[in-house]
């Protein structure tokens, strides 16, 4: 298993758990449910490289499954252990049991963006199918 970046620990170890952030319904480049005490800066991430965001996105993926009392594989658990024996006051581990209002807005904002991906990807086919299709016009 790649360990917990430094950068990634740095990043959660430096929010603060508030009890009134807001809930936030994220589609890009995080999609699912979030706080603003959580996320406050999307450039931050973005600053943290590639590798380290990916596991900054990782650990809120892994806490959706927990949400969906989805058991994580010996590498999942892993990882979310790692950062939360060492960061444990991070408010991701602070929400573990979600409203059910959440829990639904969650599932929500997830089909909304699988549906834009599909959207997307038939515009996307029809345009290819568009640009290979041989010219029938007059000669």
Known sequence: M?????????????????????????????????????????????????????????????????WRRVKLNAEQREFWESVKSQVPECPVFQRMRPSIEVLRADVCVNREFDAFEAAMDAELEAEEKKANKPDTGPS
């Open 2 to 66: 790649a360990s917990v970046r430094e950068r990634v620990l740095r990043y959660f170890s430096a929010l603060v758990y508030r009890p009134d952030a807001g809930c936030v319904l994220g589609m890009i480049p995080f999609t699912g449910v979030y706080w603003d005490d959580e996320i406050p800066d999307h450039e931050a991430i973005e600053a943290l490289g590639e590798e380290a965001r990916w596991q900054v996105y990782r650990l809120f993926c892994l806490r959706r499954l927990l």
